[in-house]
């Protein structure tokens, strides 16, 4: 594993700092996002894991201001290829999506239109970015279906004629036709099956190689993390409890919640090994306790955890732990540092 090296802020390509985002329902109030931060260095990868509801999927449409009604969304900064995305227009924030910034969701139907072309719809975003004749932006759509591994003569089909592995790659050239510095793939592989997944992946770690994009890589899956990530960061309950670099993360665990994420994985090397799943569920996201929302999951949680929410600590340069027993004289979680 390749240890992070200090970067100048030039190379800082996203920066977000303390999102919040509620969506106010008539009978309650869901506190989806609760004061996320993160940077994302030129090339490099983030991902961010976490349980289903732990608020990913909102923290990705935040970064390109498409939260939906009834969300309400709340920043300190949303800086993107140093643009400052929160004072953009309307017209501004339609360049920005796609050309800086592009996503890639878990379902590829999300993204298809089923009466038209690949061709028209790789098309279509080009040009909506591009002054330049359709017979050009056909012409450039037919490379992206190449580049993605699809004949260009496939062009001319419909979504329905393709497979679920095949329409994500079209959603790949969909997301890739402007150039984007930053792309956000969220769950881009869920839908698929294994094998179909390892391919997918491969192609986007070569196309971010070669085109030395920036990517956030949004994930349950700790595999696919290892796989393809720099740095990563551990969602809860709309909260990253731990980040780091890889090493940092997987190697120095810190926090209870990311130690019982590994703990329920099927270990490669002792397959006898008995799974052990993180007993009870994440919180209710419009009824969070007060102290730290992993406290009643916790197998290490005291009345102070339960007291008041932790604060986020660095533990050195790349490590930040949210856990109130960090320092604690004597504490350590059960899983052992490796290198
Ligand atoms: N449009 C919405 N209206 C109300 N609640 C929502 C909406 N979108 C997401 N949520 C809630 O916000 C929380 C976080 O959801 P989400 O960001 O989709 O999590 P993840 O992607 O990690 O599974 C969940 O409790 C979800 O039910
Ligand atoms: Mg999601």
Avoid: W
Avoid at 9 to 25: G, Q, Y
Avoid at 51 to 74: D, N
Avoid at 169 to 177: D, K
Wanted: aromatic share 4%; hydrophobic share 40%; charged share 25%.
């Amino acid at each position: 594993m390749e240890e992070t090296v200090k970067t100048t802020n030039d190379d800082i390509v996203l920066e977000l700092e303390n999102l919040r985002v509620k969506f106010v329902l008539e009978t309650e109030t869901v506190e989806a996002v609760n004061g996320i931060s993160i940077s994302l260095r030129r090339g490099r990868t983030l991902g961010l894991a976490g349980e289903t509801g732990a608020g990913k999927t909102t923290t990705a449409l935040s970064l390109l201001r498409l939260v939906p009604y009834p969300g309400r969304v709340e920043c300190d900064k949303l800086v993107v290829e140093g643009h400052d995305v929160l004072k953009m227009s309307q017209k501004e924030l339609e360049k920005y999506r796609g050309a800086d910034l592009a996503m890639i969701f878990q379902d590829p139907m999300t993204s298809l239109n089923p009466v038209f072309t690949v061709g028209q719809q790789i098309a279509d975003t080009i040009m909506l970015h591009d002054p330049t004749t359709r017979e050009d932006a056909m012409k450039k759509a037919e490379a992206m279906l190449e580049l993605v591994g699809i004949p260009a003569a496939r062009a001319v089909e419909y979504p329905h004629q393709f497979s679920g592995g095949m329409k994500q790659r079209v959603v790949i050239a969909i997301a890739l036709a402007c150039n984007p510095g930053v792309l956000i793939a969220d769950e881009p592989t869920t839908a698929l099956d294994v094998t179909i997944q390892a391919q997918v992946l491969a192609l986007m770690k070569k196309l971010r190689d070669e085109r030395g994009m920036s990517m956030i890589m949004i994930t349950h899956d700790l595999g696919i993390i290892a796989d393809v990530c720099d740095e990563v960061a551990i969602m809860y309950a709309g909260r990253i409890i731990e980040y780091g670099t890889l090493r940092d993360v997987f190697n120095h665990t810190r926090h209870p919640y990311t130690e019982g994420l590994f703990n329920s994985l099927p270990n490669i090397r002792s397959r006898r090994e008995k799974l052990k799943p993180i007993p009870g569920l994440m919180p209710d996201p419009s009824n969070l306790p007060k102290g730290c929302a992993f406290a009643p999951r916790c197998r290490y949680a005291t009345d102070a955890c339960r007291a008041e929410r932790p604060a986020d600590r660095m533990l050195s340069d790349t490590h930040m732990v949210a856990c109130t027993r960090y320092d604690e004289p004597g504490f350590r979680i059960d899983r052992p540092d490796r290198d």
